[in-house]
């Protein structure tokens, strides 16, 4: 029933910037335990970031200190925002529930190049 909706992706060079937002849809109440995961060509998708019903939040070592992960006021919208990109973090960017996965969405395509 519930499905995630990724948008914000898209082309930026080395050191910049973009925010991801994460939508779920066909929710009405509570606050859902989100992950935001990212696959690279040729590579398994991996978890990044996530934050818990509870606001704790973790992050992968490859992006702690560049990416925040956060929820908005309606406790719904899921954002990751994603600062001093590398070329490494080139990916189709996905969010789920990390503890009750849910069924993939289309992702949103991050590409970082000059």
């Known amino acids: 029933q519930v499905q995630f909706v990724e948008s914000g992706g898209g082309l930026v060079q080395p050191g910049g910037s973009l925010r991801l937002s994460c939508a779920p849809y066909?929710?009405?109440?509570?606050?859902?335990?989100t992950g935001w995961y990212r696959q690279a060509p040729g590579k398994q998708r991996e978890l990044v970031a996530r934050?818990?019903?509870?606001?704790?939040?973790y992050y992968d070592t490859s992006v702690e200190g560049r990416f925040t992960i956060s929820r908005d006021n309606d406790k719904h919208t899921v954002f990751l925002q994603m600062n001093s990109l590398k070329p490494e973090d080139t990916a189709v960017y996905y969010c789920?529930?990390?503890?009750?996965?849910?069924?993939w969405g289309q992702g949103t395509q991050v590409t970082v190049s000059s």
């Open positions: 066909g929710f009405g109440s509570g606050i859902l335990p």
């Open positions: 934050i818990g019903s509870t606001d704790s939040t």
């Open positions: 789920n529930d990390f503890v009750n996965t849910r069924p």
